[in-house]
Structure formats: structure tokens, C-alpha cells
T-cell receptor, first 115, second 113 residues
């Protein structure tokens, strides 16, 4: 089954404790992206990646890191989480065939709480 | 930078009635436009998209949207809603010179029997 998976689905942590949220897709997609969703703000793009070893900042990259060492994986790293990073996070991927603006397939989301 | 405005935070509609969700964008060049739907506890699913050509686009689940350049709008419509259409709807805009995608704040649709 074609899908985007994220782990963990739920995470409660404390300020300053480094964490990684994994994202994996099995569709051989070139483009992958991370978003955070907050009430009243919709989804905001954190980072995106056009392909392996190619990443770029979205609209709200501060406090986050990403890497793209393999095509299928795009982990989101919070080196020193803070309470304002409490949010619902989505990973998404899409094929770049024709245009990068093909349909993005979204993962199920990771609900992160930073105390 | 582009921005996306969805003026209606919450809309309540009766089952069988028509639905229109508004989306306005701010971007200098021709945008790439999308509507996504998020059912409770789920990720987002693409309803439809507009890149060029016919300004009235058809999507899944009986939805359609019309691009109006003069009004910088891309409103979503459905002639007759079903209870299963209760969800949150997001308009999104992509730029042609990079690959950032900006979402509106979303409109929550409640369907009453």
C-alpha cells in the first residue's frame, strides 16, 4: 500500500531534550516536506526537500533541522525543543514527474507536546 | 511572499444544501492553487488543483472550484453536501519560482441533518 508513515504518532517530552520524528514514504517520491498545524494558523511549511541531499527552508524553519540521506526518509529533528513547538506535525511527499506541484500525500500526523 | 486567506473560520450547512468556501490569495505571478480536505484525526487529502487552462476545475467527491484572476480567488463549491463532507478544508498556494506551499488557516464545515 502506498503510504507516508510517521513515528511516533504521539510524543510528550520536556524542554531541551533532543528528539527526532521520522518520516518514510514507499512511493519513490522525490519531493518531501514537513508542516506544522496550529489552530487558527492552518499548516505552515517547516522544511522541504527536492531530492536526496537537497533541502530548503519553508516559512517556519527556526528550531528545526532536517536531513535527506535516502530518498524514502526525511526525519525532522528538534535539537532543543521548546513549548512553542507543541503542535501537530505532518510529513508529505509527492512525485516531481511533470511538476513539483503534483498531489502531496500526507502522513497521519505526529502530535508533539513539549512541557 | 504569497499569502492565503480563508475568510470563513466555520460554516454550518444543512445536508443536501449547497456549499461554497472562499479562498483569496496574494501573489504576483500565476499561482498554483489547491484545495485539501482534512477529516477528523486524519491527514490531508487533495480535492482538486489548478495550474492553468480552464478556470473551472472538477475534483473528487463532487467538488469544483473556480479560479478568478481578477478577484484573486479560488472558491470551492459543492451543489449538495453529504454528512460525510463535515471536515476542515484548506486552500493552498504554490509559487512558480520555488517550491514553497502556503496554506490558509482553514474552514471547518459542520453538516446538520
Amino acid at each position: 500500500e502506498a503510504q507516508v508513515t510517521q513515528n511516533p504518532r504521539y510524543l510528550i517530552t520536556v524542554t531541551g531534550k533532543k528528539l527526532t520524528v521520522t518520516c518514510s514514504q514507499n512511493m519513490n517520491h522525490e519531493y518531501m516536506s514537513w508542516y506544522r498545524q496550529d489552530p487558527g494558523l492552518g499548516l505552515r511549511q517547516i522544511y522541504y526537500s527536492m531530492n536526496v541531499e537537497v533541502t530548503d527552508k519553508g516559512d517556519v524553519p527556526e528550531g528545526y533541522k532536517v536531513s535527506r540521506k535516502e530518498k524514502r526518509n526525511f526525519p525532522l529533528i528538534l535539537e532543543s525543543p521548546s513549548p512553542n513547538q507543541t503542535s501537530l506535525y505532518f510529513c508529505a511527499s509527492s512525485s516531481q514527474a511533470g511538476t513539483v506541484y503534483n498531489e502531496q500525500f500526507f502522513g497521519p500526523g505526529t502530535r508533539l507536546t513539549v512541557l | 511572499a504569497q499569502s492565503v486567506t480563508q475568510p470563513d473560520i466555520h460554516i454550518t450547512v444543512s445536508e443536501g444544501a449547497s456549499l461554497e468556501l472562499r479562498c483569496n490569495y496574494s501573489y504576483g505571478a500565476t499561482p498554483y492553487l489547491f484545495w485539501y480536505v482534512q477529516s477528523p484525526g486524519q491527514g490531508l487529502q487533495l480535492l482538486l488543483k489548478y495550474f492553468s487552462g480552464d478556470t473551472l476545475v472538477q475534483g473528487i467527491k463532487g467538488f469544483e472550484a473556480e479560479f478568478k484572476r481578477s478577484q484573486s480567488s479560488f472558491n470551492l463549491r459543492k451543489p449538495s453536501v453529504h454528512w460525510s463532507d463535515a471536515a476542515e478544508y484548506f486552500c493552498a498556494v504554490g509559487r512558480s519560482n520555488d517550491y514553497k506551499l502556503s496554506f490558509g488557516a482553514g474552514t471547518t464545515v459542520t453538516v446538520r441533518a
